[in-house]
């Protein structure tokens, strides 16, 4: 259990600009960053965060709320897990008690995974350096790749031993349960039957982009025809294959200051490309690159540089993946290495200048490269050079941006030496295609010209009271714990019998202004979602003298979170579209928090007096005037109350 004096040494510590940029590349809008959302598939942004506020908001799912609420929903953290993410980052230690047997036992299914996988990159690590045949074979293994030890160390690197259930074994004395064993896949279960799936194997840990530990890629090192050279961790609730990039935990950081991303094929190539000194390479771990892996990238930059073996048949099969990172609306450059070299060997002998040089002068545009690889086949055969052009129009057709698309044709048009009309025409039939195969699916087919009816969308009425409640909540969350200089008006009569407000100034804390005001006028928040709020942050206020709002956020359920963040970032939405750029500068607030306190209250007042008016007129309707003189004195009294009000205010109401 971690002591709360170190909880709030990290919530003092931690910068939410700082934690959600490891994740998601960040930009500079106003006084705050936008990025694009990682809960959803986007390539226009609506994620906010706010270093003043030390919040977050991302307006695409609705979710927001502080650091340690992005890395529980984004690492899927338990609380203790986040704090201590975060104490990891900030070099803090922590003063925590051990588990129990009890608590560890309570842990939720998902996060037994993590342990036992957290379990199992520790022994992997102590029986490569420990023991005599992980130095030997394991070790040696990686010397001889021309690792360091601090290399080795640092990506994690481990053995596991040539016997049967040696893991299983320990994990199973250290107290693991088996039935975690068998589903993170680190032990076979058959019937009666247990044994270790990564026996004899070098072991490469696959993290997270915190540096959770998901999963395992293990190389055989024995000559056997019967085993696979490379075996991976199977699926698991922790581990998704098509949804992770080894490396990325290493990487991310660089790929976001450099701007671009080196995407290679194997944990080897990631290793090297590191130790030479360039660090923004990622890895798809042995598998078919996905959509999901492409938009883990896209979170960072919208470059992707693609290094290719130098093996031709290789780099037609991998093909592919270009025209997916085209879809995503990235910008794809390739680079393949000399032939017989791959990313691990070519780095192995050159040095971070060198390595560096050749990226740079042997990088070309997608175009480029596919029409070179393609071309060379179909270069004396007519019919093969027709279907090349296609296939490269094809991956033309997949990119979003329509003026990309048309520099593209153009590019390929000078290329093959081709009329862009042609290509134009090609590009066009293709749309028509895959409109017509969309039509298929159930999309709707709009026909050119078409004249298309507009309905005219209901006109929404503006609930004031919604409105008023909300601000008064944001009012608390920004200044609650301010003092301030109020100026209050008091109900007198004068010498005529008139009623007259006599302004007097009062010093008070805002949240004690509101909550009295709010009471002496017995005014109730109607909401529901916002009187629970009001009364948890009066609460809180009037227990906490230091009240800090990220530490509040953090201490609320999720519901309320996510409902506190868009009170406080929905007026940051304009910054989203970036309209300094263009000119538009929106008006930035002056009032002081006396005064936007103060002229909030009153405008509750009014609409609930204006409330009250028409409540007596419709009783006033259903019965004889004569017989209600007191109601109609009393419209009279509210209506010159509701006046005063308005001159306060300076506007009419």
């Known amino acids: 259990m971690i002591s709360p004096s170190s909880i709030d040494q990290v919530f003092e510590t931690a910068r939410v600009e700082e934690v959600i940029g490891d994740f998601v590349q960040l930009k500079k809008a106003g006084s705050n960053f936008k990025g694009l959302s990682p809960f959803s598939d986007e390539r226009s942004p609506s994620f906010m965060v706010s270093p003043v506020k030390q919040i977050w908001k991302d307006f695409s799912t609705g979710k927001g709320g502080t650091s340690v609420s992005f890395l529980m929903e984004h690492e899927h953290f338990t609380y203790p897990e986040a704090i201590r993410y975060l104490a990891k980052k900030y070099n803090i230690e922590l003063d925590e008690t051990e588990q129990s047997d009890e608590q560890k036992e309570k842990a939720n299914e998902r996060e037994s995974l993590y342990l036992v996988s957290e379990f199992a990159n520790t022994y992997f690590q102590k029986v490569l350096h420990k023991t005599d045949q992980g130095r030997s074979i394991g070790l040696s293994y990686f010397k001889e790749r021309g690792f360091t030890e601090e290399t080795i160390k640092k990506f994690d690197l481990g053995y596991s031993l040539n016997e049967w259930q040696a893991f299983t074994d320990e994990a199973l004395k250290q107290g693991y349960n088996i039935d975690f064993l068998a589903k993170t896949g680190l032990t076979i279960v058959k019937e009666d039957k247990r044994f270790d799936r990564f026996k004899g194997r070098v072991m490469f840990p696959i993290k997270s982009m915190s540096g959770r530990v998901l999963g395992y890629g293990g190389r055989i090192l024995i000559a056997d025809k019967k085993a696979a050279k490379y075996v991976n961790s199977p699926e698991s609730d922790i581990y998704h294959k098509s949804k992770v990039l080894y490396g990325i935990y290493h990487a991310k950081q660089s790929i976001a200051k450099e701007d671009n991303c080196y995407l290679v094929e194997g944990y080897t190539d990631v290793i090297q490309f590191h130790q030479t000194g360039i660090h923004n390479v990622v890895s798809s771990s042995g598998t078919a690159l996905t959509s999901e892996q492409i938009r883990l990238i896209n979170r960072l930059t919208k ?42 060997s070519f780095a192995r002998q050159n040095t971070l200048e060198e390595l560096t040089l050749y990226l740079n002068e042997n990088a070309k545009d997608f175009i480029q490269f596919k029409a070179s690889i393609l071309f060379e086949d179909s270069k004396n055969d007519p019919i093969k050079k027709a279907d090349t052009v296609r296939d490269i129009v094809n991956s033309i057709s997949k990119i979003p941006d329509r003026i990309k698309k048309e520099i593209y044709i153009q590019e390929c048009a000078r290329i093959m030496d081709l009329s862009e009309e042609v290509l134009f025409s090609t590009l066009a039939q293709m749309d028509k295609k895959e409109s017509q195969d969309d039509h298929k699916k159930g999309a709707p087919e709009q026909q050119a010209f078409d004249v298309i009816k507009h309905h005219q969308e209901p006109v929404e009425k503006v609930d004031v009271q919604y409105l008023l409640e909300r601000k008064i909540i944001e009012i608390l969350l920004l200044y609650g714990n301010k003092t301030e200089d109020f100026e209050d008006l008091v109900l007198k009569e004068n010498e005529k019998g008139e009623l007259i407000l006599e302004p007097i100034i009062q010093q008070a804390k805002v949240f004690e202004k509101i909550f009295l005001d709010l009471q002496e006028d017995e005014m109730q928040f109607t909401n529901a979602h916002f009187k629970t709020m009001y009364y948890t942050i009066i609460d809180r206020l009037n227990q906490d003298k230091n009240f800090e709002l990220k530490t509040f956020v953090n201490s609320v359920d999720q519901n309320m979170a996510n409902e506190i963040t868009t009170i406080l970032m929905d007026d940051e939405r304009y910054a989203l579209d970036d309209w300094n750029r263009m000119n538009i500068f929106p008006k930035q607030k002056m009032n002081s928090v006396a005064q936007l306190v103060s002229e909030t209250i009153l405008s509750l007042r009014c609409f609930l007096i204006d409330l009250k008016v028409k409540e007596f007129q419709q009783e006033t309707l259903k019965n004889k005037i004569d017989s209600n003189r007191n109601i109609l004195e009393e419209v009279k009294d509210y209506s010159g109350l509701k006046m005063l009000l308005s001159r306060k205010l300076n506007r009419v109401l």
């Open 303 to 344: 470059n992707i540089t693609v290094l290719f073996d130098g093996d031709a048949a290789g780099m037609r099969a991998s093909l592919r993946g270009i025209d997916l990172i085209l879809e995503q609306g990235m910008n794809v450059k390739v680079c393949s290495f000399p032939e017989g070299e791959d990313p691990d």
